[in-house]
Every structure is written in structure tokens, then in C-alpha cells.
């Protein structure tokens, strides 16, 4: 296995994209590289590569200005305003539609962030996708899609025991990690005995 090199304005853009590197170790990075920290972990990963490979940096990102969220009082017939999110507010109103079963899934983000609809369209919607497979996360997202399947992998093993295996896998290198890498659907799975 290789060492996991620090990040430097000499690594080159090749080591830098084989490792995995945390939103908290990319954004003083890019500030001492005097890009622009902010934004989304795919996209700054993009700009730091860039930087080190001697290419031109890929235009930043520019958060859409935030449209007004959902205040009660909250009825069926209220329109979602686009970038709606799952606040406690729309959470009490939809465990008193739906009832105590109700979660914000993959389904309900979704639909809430495209907005255009009622808060009715958004019961009726969470009725019809409840219990289907939800939609397929973001490929930046390897944490979530190696937790899944970890816990999928591994019914009985505990959180603790699903980390301890989250950070082996990171600390390999990408073309160690195969076929896991984050530029991969797959994930490589590490097993981990579980006692009982």
C-alpha cells in the first residue's frame, strides 16, 4: 500500500486525485493554493486538480440565491416554492397527513427541491414512492453509497464497526481501493466479523 501523501502545492494533479481527501482537509488546501474554498466537494476537488495539473481552472460555483421556504400555517394547498427543504415545520404537518410513519426520503427531498407543486401534490407523491427503490445518489456521495452497502454487506455489524471500515477504505489510494473508486459505481465492501 502506498502512503498517503500530504497535501502540498508539489503534489501533482495524478497522486492528488488517487487518494480521498475530507471537506476539511480541501479548503485550507485550496485557500493556500488561492482558489476559492467553497462550493461543492466534487467541484473543488475539480479546481484543486486543476490547479496542480497546471490547467485552467473550471469555472466556480455560484449558489443559486435561496428562494423563500414554507412558514406555517401549512395546508394542502400551498405551492412548494423551488429549493424547498425538510424543515420541522413541513415535517409536523406531514406526520399529521401521513402519520407517524412519514420520513423525508430520497423521494420527498427530491420532490420538494424541484418545487412547482402544492403541499397535497406532495402527500399524494410520498403515498405512490413509499416503499420503492429510492433515487440513485450522487456519485460525490461515496460515503453514503460505502455505508449502504457495508450495512447491506453486513445486517448485524454496528455503526463503530461500519467507521473502523469507512476509514480503512479511505486510506487507501483509489487504484488501491478497486473497485471502489470514487470515479466507480461499485464500492469495495469490507467485511467485518460480527459477533452474536
Given at each position: 500500500?502506498?502512503?498517503?501523501?500530504?497535501?502540498q502545492?508539489?503534489?501533482?494533479?495524478?497522486e492528488?486525485?488517487?487518494?480521498?481527501?475530507?471537506?476539511?482537509?480541501?479548503?485550507?488546501?485550496?485557500?493556500?493554493?488561492?482558489?476559492?474554498?467553497a462550493g461543492?466537494?466534487?467541484?473543488?476537488?475539480?479546481?484543486?486538480?486543476?490547479?496542480?495539473?497546471?490547467?485552467?481552472?473550471?469555472?466556480?460555483?455560484?449558489?443559486r440565491?435561496?428562494?423563500?421556504?414554507?412558514?406555517?400555517?401549512?395546508?394542502?394547498?400551498?405551492?412548494?416554492?423551488?429549493?424547498?427543504?425538510?424543515?420541522?415545520?413541513?415535517?409536523?404537518?406531514?406526520?399529521?397527513?401521513?402519520?407517524?410513519?412519514?420520513?423525508?426520503?430520497?423521494h420527498?427531498?427530491s420532490?420538494?427541491?424541484?418545487?412547482?407543486?402544492?403541499l397535497?401534490?406532495?402527500?399524494?407523491?410520498?403515498?405512490?414512492?413509499?416503499?420503492?427503490?429510492l433515487?440513485?445518489?450522487?456519485e460525490?456521495?461515496?460515503?453514503?453509497?460505502?455505508?449502504?452497502?457495508?450495512?447491506?454487506?453486513?445486517?448485524?455489524?454496528?455503526p463503530?464497526?461500519?467507521?473502523?471500515?469507512?476509514?480503512?477504505?479511505?486510506?487507501?489510494?483509489?487504484?488501491?481501493?478497486?473497485?471502489?473508486?470514487?470515479?466507480?459505481?461499485?464500492?469495495?465492501?469490507?467485511?467485518?466479523?460480527?459477533?452474536?
Amino acid at each position: 500500500m502506498s502512503d498517503r501523501p500530504c497535501l502540498q502545492e508539489t503534489l501533482d494533479e495524478p497522486e492528488f486525485n488517487r487518494w480521498y481527501w475530507t471537506m476539511a482537509e480541501l479548503q485550507p488546501f485550496a485557500r493556500r493554493l488561492g482558489i476559492r474554498p467553497a462550493g461543492p466537494k466534487a467541484e473543488l476537488s475539480e479546481r484543486i486538480a486543476a490547479k496542480l495539473g497546471g490547467r485552467p481552472l473550471p469555472p466556480d460555483f455560484k449558489p443559486r440565491p435561496a428562494d423563500p421556504q414554507l412558514t406555517p400555517p401549512l395546508t394542502r394547498s400551498r405551492s412548494v416554492p423551488q429549493g424547498q427543504c425538510s424543515t420541522e415545520a413541513l415535517r409536523t404537518f406531514f406526520e399529521a397527513e401521513i402519520g407517524p410513519t412519514f420520513t423525508f426520503n430520497g423521494h420527498m427531498r427530491s420532490f420538494l427541491l424541484a418545487g412547482g407543486a402544492t403541499l397535497g401534490d406532495a402527500v399524494d407523491h410520498w403515498h405512490r414512492t413509499v416503499g420503492t427503490p429510492l433515487p440513485k445518489q450522487s456519485e460525490s456521495l461515496e460515503f453514503n453509497r460505502f455505508t449502504e452497502a457495508w450495512h447491506a454487506a453486513n445486517p448485524r455489524g454496528t455503526p463503530a464497526q461500519c467507521r473502523d471500515a469507512w476509514a480503512a477504505h479511505r486510506a487507501l489510494p483509489a487504484d488501491e481501493r478497486s473497485p471502489g473508486s470514487r470515479r466507480s459505481n461499485r464500492i469495495t465492501v469490507w467485511a467485518h466479523p460480527v459477533m452474536g
